[in-house]
């Protein structure tokens, strides 16, 4: 039986003593009220009563103080935790990036990402790469990329994500489909999100068929998707003006028990509709408003 505060004489009334993740609700509670020195005060608190703050316990911090416009006490402490050999986790890096850009100190916003480049840092190449694509950098985090694949260092699928992420913002689908593939080479199974962006990318490459074949193999291997990645199949086939692909795609999901039926009908006349074939798009429209059940339908 788990014995309490309270079994020998009650002195705290079985009050539960405070861990780090309380500490760190109660410091982001604090900055969204704008109590900037309180939050500070309970990283203080924390120390005197032997809890050890953790990374999510400083970027709060850093942002909190960022945002108070302290910027020159957020980096005395980001400097700190550098030299005491904290490990530096990739959110505090990127608080104190983008905290340096928008306060137009350049020079210091580069000093941070040249070291994220620098191999002689303990910082790992994965934790660098993940901070450069979320400042936007897309220069710097390709060119580590590149090298971090060239030697083996890349293993973790998030960092596959983020600078797919990153080039699909920035428009650089060939760049999309190299870290796809990439990923592919490593076993990894890619979550729909990442199938979306990828079909996405060689939608806007023009090679449709490759977007197909990626669909229907990954399909194939037993691949869940969400609706997203359906329905981005849909408006491929329509970009390609594959109808017939297209109307028999609309079928075979609309026989989905897991499709939302409704959104069907509205993807697929919003996919007739950009291909100027209204006719087409006015019939489903038409099935939607009369259906109740949104029973199985032909599209045409």
């Known amino acids: 039986m788990c014995s309490t505060a309270s079994d020998g004489g009650g002195g705290n009334n079985g009050a539960v003593r405070p861990n780090v993740v309380t500490y760190n609700t ?6 969204k009220a704008l109590e900037d020195d309180k939050a500070g005060s309970l990283v203080q608190q924390m120390q005197a009563g032997g809890i050890q703050p953790n990374a999510v316990t400083y970027s709060t911090v850093l942002s909190i103080w960022v945002k108070a416009g302290k910027l020159d006490r957020a980096a005395k402490l980001f400097e700190k935790l550098r030299e005491s050999g904290t490990e ?4 505090l890096y990127q608080t104190m990036v983008v905290a340096y850009e928008r306060a137009g100190l350049v020079s210091q916003s580069k000093r941070l990402l040249r070291e994220l480049r620098d191999p002689d840092q303990a910082i790992p190449k994965e934790s660098a790469m993940k901070i450069l694509a979320s400042a936007g950098r897309v220069e710097e985090a390709a060119w580590l990329f590149r090298r971090a694949v060239h030697t083996g260092e890349v293993k973790d699928p998030s960092v596959h994500r983020a600078m797919m992420g990153l080039f699909a913002k920035n428009r650089r689908h060939r760049s999309v489909v190299e870290v796809f593939d990439e990923m592919r080479k490593l076993g990894h199974l890619p979550d729909s999100e990442t199938i979306a962006v990828t079909m996405n990318a060689y939608g806007k490459l023009k090679e ?13 291997e037993g691949c869940v998707f969400s609706d997203r990645v359906h329905f981005q199949m849909l408006s491929l086939l329509g970009a390609q003006q594959d109808f017939e692909a297209l109307e028999r795609l609309g079928g075979e999901l609309g026989h989905d028990p897991s499709i939302d039926k409704r959104e069907l009908y509205l993807v697929s006349a919003g996919v007739y509709e950009r291909a100027y074939r209204f006719d087409e798009a006015a019939q489903i429209i038409s099935q939607i408003r009369s259906s109740n059940d949104f029973r199985v339908q032909k599209l045409r």
């Open 26 to 31: 109660m410091i982001a509670i604090h900055g």
């Open 88 to 91: 530096m986790d990739p959110v």
């Open 208 to 220: 449709f068929d490759k977007a197909a074949g990626l669909y229907r193999a990954l399909r194939e």
